[in-house]
């Protein structure tokens, strides 16, 4: 890296160096911002869908509960 670094000091390209580390750092953090997005809307269907089970459950056993009230 340092000699890349020095070729590009030794032309007195500094302007695009530093346009190519901030490309570097501007893709690194697109990445890193879109897999957090990513796994954040894992996340949430995991619980839209642990929230659909338990409702389901809950529906059949107050249909259960409903249905052996009227026998009594």
Known sequence: ???LIKIFTERGDLAHLALLLWAFAASAGLW???REL???SRRFDDFVHALELFNRRARRRRA???HDGDHE
């Open 32 to 34: 890193f911002a879109l």
């Open 64 to 66: 259960r509960d409903d």
């Open 38 to 40: 990513a796994a954040a």
């Open 1 to 3: 890296m340092s000699d």
